[in-house]
């Protein structure tokens, strides 16, 4: 069974940054596309950005310009750089993974992270 572990969240003041990390265990074979998602208080879970193995990366309109998501294939793990943080980026981020692992190509999530940005 893949883990995705998630680190980085917290609270930040507009105009600020975060880096956020998601990590996949051992478990993880191979790893296609990677993605972070996130998920506002009354709002469905949406698609910030995503990256697959060959580095090709697309990300929702709203944070084109502001967050750069990147991963290092060596340590299976996914990260996330916003900047100019406005107060409509606050919700739990989630990390995605497409993954291999002994029984199969499955989707993974991890348990999320919470983003609040101060006004």
């Known amino acids: 069974q893949v883990q995705l572990v998630e680190s980085g969240g917290g609270l930040v003041q507009t105009g600020g940054s975060l880096r956020l990390s998601c990590a996949a265990s051992?478990?993880?074979?191979?790893?296609?596309?990677m993605g972070w998602y996130r998920q506002a208080p009354g709002k469905e879970r949406e698609l910030v950005a995503r990256v697959s193995s060959s580095g090709m990366t697309n990300y929702t309109e709203s944070v084109k310009g502001r967050f750069t998501i990147s991963r290092d294939n060596s340590k299976n793990t996914l990260y996330l750089q916003m900047s100019s943080l406005k107060p409509e980026d606050t919700a739990v981020y989630y990390c995605?993974?497409?993954?291999?692992?002994?029984?199969?190509?499955?989707?993974?999530w991890g348990q999320g992270t919470q983003v609040t940005v101060s006004s």
């Open positions: 995605n993974a497409r993954c291999l692992s002994t029984g199969g190509w499955f989707d993974y």
């Open positions: 051992e478990d993880a074979i191979s790893i296609s596309t």
